[in-house]
């Protein structure tokens, strides 16, 4: 035993084992936690070629962010191929046609993504919470455009936010909303089909079979505004 307490003894000391003090508490300032997005603070840059373009791809061109929303390989006969593209920029909104030479270096727009709960509109702004942060972001009536036609309080929707800023934001695919009224429609068997239209709680107007009726809950689809069927 006492051989064993030396050769530990002499370990510890000839030992030059060190031991770091606790992290001292963060000096930033408490904003840089609180308005950005903490993936957004890191940017991140890839590149790609322009032969992997699909649609969705979100690239930065002349400094904008843009989504590709068509695109088409083009081999002809003569000369080099290329990709024509049909893009829309976050920012502005504008759609123009681009074509990119095959196998030419694209950046990808350094778009993140974070789920924010829509809770409420304040004048002529909508406002979004983080739910696990409460951090509010307010949209503008310009930013939320026609989507404001699906948009309920409570919803959670998905804010795009490019160089710490939104730039867009998605509404649920399939959104439940509730008929305040309906036109009378077409007078007739149900069962024979027929449609007429009805203003849901958001104040969207939704065609809808002729059996819907007032207080109805119903499924919509964000992206077209046509009836799914009812919840």
């Excluded at 370990?11 to 936690?33: A, D, E, Q």
């Excluded at 000369?79 to 030479?101: E, I, L, P, W």
């Excluded at 919470?129 to 310009?142: A, G, K, P, V, W």
Aim: hydrophobic share 35%.
């Amino acid at each position: 035993m006492a051989g064993i307490a030396a050769s530990l003894f002499n370990i510890s000391s000839s030992s030059s084992l060190s031991f770091s003090s606790p992290t001292k508490p963060s000096t930033l300032p408490m904003r840089l936690f609180t308005r950005t997005p903490l993936r957004s603070r890191f940017p991140r840059i890839y590149a790609f070629s322009s032969n992997d373009i699909k649609v969705g791809s979100n690239i930065e061109v002349d400094g904008a962010p843009w989504r590709v929303i068509e695109f088409l390989h083009v081999k002809p006969g003569k000369g080099a191929a290329f990709v024509r593209t049909k893009m829309r920029n976050y920012v502005t909104g504008n759609t123009v046609d681009k074509t990119f030479r095959a196998g030419s270096t694209i950046n990808e727009a350094n778009i993140m993504k974070e789920t924010k709960q829509f809770t409420y509109k304040d004048g002529p702004q909508f406002v979004f919470m983080d739910n696990s942060t409460y951090e509010e972001i307010r949209l503008n009536e310009s930013d939320v455009g026609d989507k404001r036609k699906w948009l309920k309080e409570g919803m959670d929707c998905i804010l795009l936010f490019w160089n710490g800023k939104v730039i867009d934001f998605d509404l649920p695919v399939t959104v439940r909303l509730t008929v305040v009224d309906v036109d009378p429609g077409l007078k007739g068997d149900t069962a024979q089909g027929g449609s007429k239209p009805a203003t849901v709680d958001t104040g969207a107007l939704v065609t809808v079979p002729l059996f819907v009726n007032i207080g109805d809950e119903i499924l919509v689809d964000s992206r077209t505004g046509q009836y799914m069927s009812r919840a």
